[in-house]
DNA sequence: TCTGGGGTCCTAGGACCC
DNA sequence: TCTGGGGTCCTAGGACCC
């Protein structure tokens, strides 16, 4: 069995060059919401030392005279991107597996493609990407998910490998993780790598040579699955994932907000979106937290965070009750603060847990009358209906809205109050977008 | 002035039960 | 005077990923 790990190259920032061409060759970075800090960068703002995470308002003073271009995000853009790489993808193979917005792991069929042709369709597949698409893919094959990873690296580090990388024999094992920091090995991050750095393991190779009770004794089973992967043992199963087991929207504000009704406005809105991705996953949650947090950058404020979790009298979906489920528990924070001054809070979300599928739900003598139930219930489903059709905007609680915005007189949602300065067209998903070719 | 937003899994320790 | 042992569930915290 071999499988290939298909990456988007530098994802975000691919995306933007596709419809501005203008941005090859020069250093690009992507920005977080509220134009945060840089979440994606080019090679060209790699090699000038850019770090992911760096705060944007850092990158002038760090740079001083450097031309980096800096985008706000465009998450709209980069999901309709990778769904229409994910298509091709989907049609090269019977079984593939979205790990995330820019990777998939790809099950090799023994035919029609033998190992020996693993390279040259893996070429052909990357070019076929890059035509449709527009955007640069590298893919690495293997006997198991971590070495793919490995060998996707080293296919988008060396032009010489033509975008596909191939694991195949235990000497070109052996080769490639004697190269390979044990650091950027998937599975193994910051704090064990300086761990095993300091025990003398350097490289992958250095690693697969420790013993395996070593591993498991410090790395506990997970440690101890890498471990194995790399050895060549295909341990990891990315099969059919059950339902998610919490589900969150959080965000940071652009300003800080002291008011019960600006944070209830916001929260609201989080809620609902929870709510949202409960239905579409069809299932039901059983608790509603939520949480808030000073920011933590301002050292010479009161520093608070808080959360509560309110149980739900049975299973909900419908943004009527989340909604009101998270206002009680934010009500819940705020009697807690409330006792000392209010702080400015930076941050809050809402995180629906205690997740059940909707289909085994059994009626409960504490819950809301079902007539009632049901409205919320159709309620929901109209909306989605109708923000399904007209955009996820179209349709919303009223409770997630501010009254005014003082600058417009217009009604505000907390997310169009997200900042984006530097945010580039809807390309592909707004008619008004639309690239014209005179 | 300005510092992201999601998730997962594992483990240890305490509460509780019989 | 002598004061068990085994199991489950829950939570907090740590580590990881993109």
Redesign the pocket.
């Known amino acids: 069995m071999f499988y290939a790990l298909v ?1 988007c190259d530098n ?1 975000y920032v691919s995306c933007e060059r596709v419809f501005n061409p203008s941005l090859e060759g020069k250093a690009v970075v992507v ?7 840089v ?1 994606a960068r080019s090679p060209e703002a790699k090699a000038l030392g850019v770090s ?7 990158l002038a003073e760090r740079f001083p005279g450097q031309e980096i271009h800096a985008l706000s995000s465009n998450y709209t853009l980069y999901g309709d991107m990778s769904r229409r790489v994910m298509g091709i993808l989907r049609d090269a193979v019977p079984d593939l597996f979205v ?5 998939a792991f790809l099950t090799l069929p023994e035919s029609p493609c033998a190992p020996a042709d693993y390279k040259a369709w893996g070429e052909a597949l990357a070019a076929k990407v890059r035509r449709w698409t527009g955007m640069p893919v590298s893919i690495g094959i293997a006997r198991t998910k971590t070495l793919a ?1 490995v060998a996707s690296k080293y296919a988008k580090r060396y032009p010489g490998y033509r975008k596909c990388c191939v694991i195949q024999t235990d000497e070109q094992r052996q080769k490639a993780l004697s190269l390979f920091p044990v ?13 095993l750095a300091a025990a003398g393991v350097h490289t992958a190779l250095d690693f697969t040579r420790q013993s395996a009770a070593t591993v ?1 004794r410090t ?5 101890l ?1 890498t471990w194995r992967e790399l050895c060549g043992q295909d341990c990891i199963s990315l099969e059919q ?16 907000l002291t008011s019960r009704d600006d944070l209830a406005v916001a929260v609201a809105g ?1 809620a609902a ?2 709510a949202q ?1 409960l239905r579409r996953q069809r299932s039901m949650a059983q ?1 509603v937290t939520v949480f808030m947090a000073t ?4 050292e010479e404020l009161d520093q608070s965070s808080l ?1 509560r ?1 309110v149980y739900l009298p049975a299973p909900a979906q419908s943004d009527t009750e989340i909604v009101h489920a998270a206002h009680q528990s934010m009500d819940l924070c705020l009697d807690v603060a409330a006792r000392n001054a209010l702080p400015q809070w ?2 809050a ?1 809402v ?1 629906v847990s205690g997740i059940v599928p909707d289909s085994e739900i059994q009626t409960s003598f504490l819950d809301i009358p079902p007539a009632l139930k049901q409205k919320f219930q159709r309620l929901s489903a109209v909306a989605d209906g109708i923000n399904l059709r007209h955009g996820d905007e179209a349709l919303q609680l009223a409770a997630a809205l501010r009254p005014q915005d003082p600058a417009t007189g217009k009604a505000l949602t907390f997310r169009n109050s ?1 900042l984006h300065a530097h945010r580039s067209p809807f390309y592909t998903t707004d008619i008004r977008d639309i690239i014209q070719v005179e």
């Not at 790990?99 to 990777?103: G, H, P």
């Not at 650091?183 to 761990?195: P, T």
């Not at 790395?219 to 440690?223: F, I, Y």
Request: with cysteine; net charge positive.
């Open positions: 990456d994802c920005l977080s919401n509220n134009d945060g800090c979440v992911e995470g760096l705060p944007f308002f850092q790990y995330s917005i820019d990777e990873k650091g950027d090995v998937w599975g193994i991050g910051r704090r064990h790598a300086a761990r498991r790395m506990a089973v997970t440690g699955r994932l059950p339902l998610k087991q919490t589900i969150c929207t959080s965000r940071s504000f652009p300003r800080m989080f979106r929870c991705k608790m920011n933590p950058f301002r959360s979790t930076k941050r979300g995180v997200i």
